[in-house]
């Protein structure tokens, strides 16, 4: 247990102190650029823990390891002697304050741009566009038309190979017509299949193929998870049991699992559970919750198991050239950015829920789990976060640097600063939102903690 403490710990340590000293750096560069007087470089808040004064400036790292600042001469913070005024960051032009705010969250995207380049020339790992199994949504008429094991060659006429592309594909095609056409594969045989998306697009704000219910991976029912305190552990369900019947009805697959469950809240359900090659008789009752659409539905704290021959079968490693690699660096970048702005869009929209978000401690078991796996894992993983960490920065909220860059690009038309008293004002609010969502994303890591 100790072990995976300090795993966890080293992990969010090494991936805040790498993305902190990038996106820092950003800002101490183009300062120093710019010739505004740099007076202290920090990772981390707080008291100071090591501290060394450089030729131009000092370098600390202070005792809270939630991020850093560059401290720049500026006479709004304290006053400046005559000889020192040009090098103040005040006195600079509007385009200089605008650019080494902008620099920070530029150095993390330009960061997971070269961490996915190498990626690419590594290798990436890719499911082919096999639909292994098919749970087809009631939106979408003639789905059911697909055969699971039908393999995606083309989407529009634009050939497939491999199933991430078909997603980036059947959801940009989908923003811009509600017509898909798919050319699938099934034992040699082709099938033209045009199907219409506008009742699903009315429905939905974000686009995905496994939300259609087609996945490229197969659930089996085989308990994979039990949540502690649910109504599975109470019932005596442990991982690893295989759902033979409930109810008396035989199940083939997890959808029928988690559809039995989901229609019946309150109501007691008989699992027959196969374990140790005994078969058990266990009386369940699903707890009533609230779905997103606000639905009463029955849930009993299961996760399936994944069929990991299916999944080793229909996955492959692509390598890209030193050329393509770019291609494939540059599409990462912009999806991981659409996944990220789209989940904070349906987040205020109260689409997803607030309780998704995560803090210190969800990035730790994260950096953890990707350490485990390796070094290309931990480089994905610290790619994917820079390229988080800079879109949250770039939010136009004050005290982000997105708030700076609003302020500077307005003194920038205007020709004139806005007044302290106005941008004064601005950094309160600010600063309530960010500490307002910080506190959320502990209060969701507490929770997640201890399992409440």
Not at 14 to 20: H, K, N, Q, R, Y
Not at 74 to 101: C, G, M, S, W
Not at 401 to 429: C, N, R, V
Request: some cysteine; hydrophobic content about 45%.
């Amino acid at each position: 247990m100790y072990g995976k403490i300090v795993l966890a710990l080293l992990g969010f340590l090494l991936t805040i102190g790498i993305l902190v000293v990038i996106h820092e750096f950003g800002h101490y560069l183009f300062a120093r650029l710019f010739k505004v007087k740099v007076i202290t470089f920090s990772i981390g808040f707080g008291p100071k823990l090591f501290s060394w004064q450089g030729k131009n400036n000092q370098w600390k790292i202070g005792a809270i390891p939630l991020g850093g600042y560059v401290q720049m001469l500026d006479e709004r913070e304290a006053p400046v002697t005559p000889e020192l005024k040009h090098l103040a960051f005040n006195n600079k032009p509007p385009y200089q304050k605008l650019l080494i705010a902008l620099a920070g969250p530029l150095f993390n995207i330009l960061f997971a741009f070269i961490a996915y380049y190498f990626i690419g020339l590594y290798g990436v790992y890719n499911l082919k566009p096999i639909i292994a199994s098919i749970n087809p949504t009631p939106l979408v008429q003639n789905l059911e038309k697909i055969a699971p094991g039908s393999t995606i060659k083309k989407i529009n006429e634009q050939p497939i190979d491999s199933w991430s592309q078909a997603e980036t594909i059947f959801r940009n095609d989908l923003a811009h017509t509600d017509q898909i056409n798919f050319t699938l594969e099934i034992e040699s045989v082709n099938q033209q299949l045009q199907l219409n998306f506008n009742k699903y697009k009315n429905n939905r704000n974000d686009y995905s193929l496994t939300d259609l219910g087609l996945y490229p991976f197969k659930y089996i029912p085989v308990i994979g998870y039990t949540e502690p305190q649910s109504a599975a552990t109470r019932a005596g369900i442990k991982e690893g049991d295989i759902v033979l019947k409930i109810n008396g009805e035989s199940i083939n697959n997890w959808f029928q699992i988690s559809k039995l469950i989901k229609s019946s809240p309150s109501e007691k359900l008989t699992f027959i559970v196969k374990r140790n090659n005994t078969e058990i008789s266990l009386p369940v009752i699903p707890d009533s919750i609230n779905d997103e659409d606000g639905q009463i539905i029955g849930k009993i704290g299961i996760m399936p198991t994944l069929d990991n021959s299916l999944i080793e079968k229909n996955s492959f490693i692509k390598h890209y050239n030193p050329i393509n690699s770019l291609g494939y660096a540059y599409n990462a970048c912009l999806n991981l950015a659409y996944n990220n702005i789209t989940a904070l869009w349906l987040m205020l929209n109260g689409d997803i829920s607030w309780h998704n978000l995560g803090g210190p401690v969800s990035i730790a078991k994260a950096s953890k789990m990707a350490m485990h796996q390796g070094v290309k894992s931990f480089v994905d993983f610290l790619a994917l976060i820079s390229l988080s960490l800079a879109i949250m920065n770039l939010l136009p909220i004050p005290v982000l640097d997105g708030g700076h860059i609003l302020i500077y690009s307005i003194e920038w038309l205007t020709g004139k600063p806005m007044a302290i008293q106005i941008q004064q004002l601005l950094f309160k609010f600010g600063l309530i939102v960010v500490l307002g969502v910080t506190f959320l994303a502990l209060y969701n890591d507490f929770l997640k903690l201890f399992n409440l």
